[in-house]
């Protein structure tokens, strides 16, 4: 019996050990709390713009001029003679008329970064995408700024939200290259 007792002291000793050393674990994280805010707000955070920008304008002009001058002829000589009976009349009258109009939309989703908490509170926001599919490469580049409480609970924002925004959407490739106008065309357009 006693060296059955010796045994099991030392695994008794053991266990005990090392249960008191052995942290227990939650199942409750407590940096996912549920009164915790989760909206970008920090440097770094990021966020999604969804952009939906639509533009139109456009401009009309017109102008009316006119001019009469009279002159009579007296008794011509020589050669002109025969503008003797005749009077001398010119008008001059011009009108012209133009419009131009222009209009695009685009519709996007990128996800940017907080790069600067201003001192009023507000974001400086800034971000890049680049998709190329097809030897065709699409950038779409967009900067501004944003307040924190225009930021929706799924970190996303409109990008009629943003103040100061800079939208670049640039396309390359050979689509893009073939609607550039030629060298030619670029000569006679600047000419006329």
């Given at each position: ?126 971000g890049t995408r ?63």
């Amino acid at each position: 019996m006693r060296k059955s007792f010796l045994i099991i002291l030392p695994l008794c000793l053991i266990v005990i050990f090392t249960v008191s050393v052995t942290d227990a674990t939650s199942l409750w994280n407590g940096n996912n709390a549920l009164v915790r805010d989760n909206k970008a707000n920090q440097v770094g955070d990021i966020l999604t713009v969804i952009i939906t920008e639509d533009a139109t304008a456009s401009q009309e002009a017109s102008t009316d001029a006119s001019q009469d001058n009279q002159a009579d002829v007296g008794a011509g000589t020589g050669i002109f003679d025969f503008i003797r009976s005749f009077g001398f009349n010119q008008s001059d009258s011009s009108n012209a008329t133009g419009s131009t109009s222009r209009s695009g939309s685009l519709s996007a989703e990128i996800t940017v970064q907080i790069e600067e908490r201003l001192d009023n509170g507000n974001l400086k926001i800034s971000g890049t995408r680049r998709v190329k599919i097809n030897d065709e490469t699409q950038d779409i580049k967009l900067t501004g700024i944003v307040r924190p409480e225009d930021i929706s609970p799924e970190n996303t924002i409109e990008s009629s939200y943003i103040a100061n925004a800079e939208i670049d959407y640039e396309g390359t490739g050979v689509i893009g290259d073939r609607q550039r106008q030629g060298v030619i065309s670029r000569i006679i357009s600047w000419l006329f």
